[in-house]
């Protein structure tokens, strides 16, 4: 039986923990500068169309995943419902990774977030990153396309209700 999740909103007390964890090689590779993404994780603190959330697994910290109205950014990823958000996250702690959390805590994050209302979820990892794809692949989503972002091609995903 997977362990219960608990998305707790993250807190400047958090940021610690973030830069940390963004300096780890393994977030490293796909998330990129770890000073560049610290100040856009931690930028987005007050921004209103941003649900920044610390993942957490037996009371232990583990995760960090952040959840956004996708009609606030020019994503470029194409016409969706109102009210489609689109979620980004990372497993800090190297001994959570390869043991199924990623599309357990997604699968849960995301079928939450569907019940409440969201028409769709959409995400959009790095084509390469096959763990990330997997997970997401496990976790219910559908492969769309390719998309180009701000940070290069990208693999759209979508989940819908």
């Not at 959409?122 to 180009?148: C, I, L, S």
Request: proline share 7%; hydrophobic share 40%; aromatic share 10%.
């Amino acid at each position: 039986m997977a362990p219960e999740y608990v998305f707790r909103p993250m807190t400047v007390a958090d940021l610690p923990l973030i830069r940390q964890w963004l300096a780890r090689p393994h977030v490293r590779e796909w998330w990129g500068d770890p000073s560049e993404q610290y100040e856009l994780v931690s930028g987005d603190l007050d921004e209103p169309a941003m649900d920044q959330f610390i993942v957490s697994a037996g009371g232990s910290d583990f995760a960090y995943l952040q959840c956004y109205d996708l009609t606030a950014w020019n994503s470029g990823f194409g016409d969706h419902p109102r009210g489609t958000r689109g979620i980004d996250l990372f497993i800090g702690e190297p001994d959570m990774i390869g043991r199924g959390h990623g599309s357990a805590l997604i699968r849960a994050f995301v079928e939450n977030r569907l019940k409440r209302g969201a028409p769709r979820i959409v995400t959009d990892p790095d084509p390469a990153n096959t763990r990330a794809v997997r997970a997401y692949e496990k976790a219910g989503f559908e492969k769309v396309g390719m998309v180009d972002t701000p940070d290069g091609l990208a693999l759209l995903m979508v989940r819908n209700a």
